[in-house]
């Protein structure tokens, strides 16, 4: 559940050059876990079609026209991008479907798109099924499939409602020739865990990369408390292939 503090609909992730997060800018969490109720409701304030669930947030973290309140905000303009619409539907679209943006800070200020995770944020959407104690999954009434034409054309629809524009340029990045992405052993309250990372070179040229891996305790609102792992290492990649290492147990 994202945390979308400057209301620019994105999840906005500031990392220093050596790729560790740049906690004074990054502003926006996530949270592991957020709860919230539903209230069905008719919307005669909204186009026909809005009506009907409502999600409503009794714990908001963010003040509304300067109070501590959130919605009703409509189920469906949520699932279809129409932040237009009252009450504080921006907020909660940010929630269950925001991407997340990492961009690199250089030194003279500048920013560039290092990386955006579109399918990180709002895996499942879950209530208590009615009659019995089983969960029952609602995603789909929240938004569309990830990776699909209707699921990103609700972002748009979202951006060009409601985004707040940054006055600042942020430089994208061509695709890298590099990826990475790690596995982490089931881990064990009070045993050590082992991080096995994937490197996959799709140029064709030979090259050493210096990889930065960190390793936080997190609370569920996404805030760090003590850094446990801090490793620095390189990696030889040769073109069109794939390395992988195990970084020791922490």
């Not at 446990?228 to 990696?235: I, P, Q, S, W, Y």
Request: charged content about 25%; some cysteine; overall charge negative.
């Amino acid at each position: 559940s994202a945390h979308d503090n400057d209301a620019n609909l994105q999840t906005d992730v500031f990392l220093d050059e050596d790729g560790k997060t740049n906690s004074k800018l990054t502003k926006d969490s996530i949270w592991n876990y957020h709860c919230w109720n539903e209230a069905w409701m008719s919307r005669s304030d909204l186009p026909v079609g809005f009506g009907g669930w409502q999600a409503v947030d009794a714990t908001p973290q963010e003040t509304s026209d300067g109070m501590f309140r959130c919605g009703p905000a409509s189920v469906q303009a949520i699932k279809h991008g129409h932040v237009c619409f009252q009450f504080d539907t921006p907020f909660v679209y940010s929630e269950v479907n925001s991407d997340v943006v990492y961009l690199q800070v250089n030194k003279d200020g500048s920013k560039h798109v290092s990386y955006v995770d579109t399918a990180h944020v709002g895996r499942r959407v879950l209530t208590k099924a009615a009659g019995t104690d089983e969960m029952y999954d609602i995603t789909d009434q929240y938004k569309f499939s990830e990776g699909t034409e209707e699921e990103r054309l609700a972002l748009d629809t979202a951006l060009m409602y409601g985004v707040k524009k940054d006055t600042q340029e942020v430089v994208p990045l061509p695709g890298p020739d590099i990826e990475m992405d790690f596995q982490v052993e089931n881990m064990v309250l009070g045993s050590d865990l082992k991080v096995i990372v994937h490197f996959r070179n799709h140029s064709n040229d030979r090259c050493r990369l210096t990889a930065h891996l960190s390793g936080y305790v997190v609370f569920y609102t996404g805030v760090p408390k003590s850094e446990f792992k801090n490793k620095t290492f390189d990696v030889e990649m040769e073109p069109y292939n794939s390395n992988t290492l195990e970084i020791g147990r922490a």
